[in-house]
């Protein structure tokens, strides 16, 4: 198994930028795809972005397309989601997840962080 971590959240004016990261143990995280969620209150979990596990590929939800960018360090084990252009509409708890299969169905996705809440004030 693979354990997740994510870090980086917190509170940031619209228009302004935070990164997250994800951090893995246990396993490689260069054995997975992996991707980035998220879950407003009151909402459902909503797709945010994946990468294959070579990083050659990314797909980004189109509410982000263009703002928000997913890499990945497989040396370091850790994935990282670059947010610009915030808008207080992408306040939500973020979640981290490994995946065998590089895909957007987040149903399919094996592993998860706990979250890390991201708040982007007006």
């Known amino acids: 198994q693979v354990q997740l971590v994510e870090s980086g959240g917190g509170l940031v004016q619209a228009a302004g930028s935070l990164r997250l990261s994800c951090a893995a143990s246990g396993r490689s995280v260069s054995r997975y795809a992996m991707g980035w969620v998220r879950q407003a209150p009151g909402k459902e979990r909503e797709f945010v972005a994946a990468i294959s596990r070579s990083g050659s590929s990314t797909t980004y939800a189109d509410s982000v397309k263009g703002r928000f960018t997913i890499s990945r360090d497989n040396a370091k084990n850790t994935v990282y989601l670059e947010m610009n252009s915030l808008k207080p509409e992408d306040t939500a708890v973020y979640y981290c997840?490994?995946?065998?299969?590089?895909?957007?169905?987040?149903?399919?996705?094996?592993?998860w962080g706990q979250g890390t809440q991201v708040t982007v004030s007006s």
């Open positions: 997840a490994a995946a065998f299969s590089f895909v957007v169905d987040t149903r399919k996705w094996d592993y």
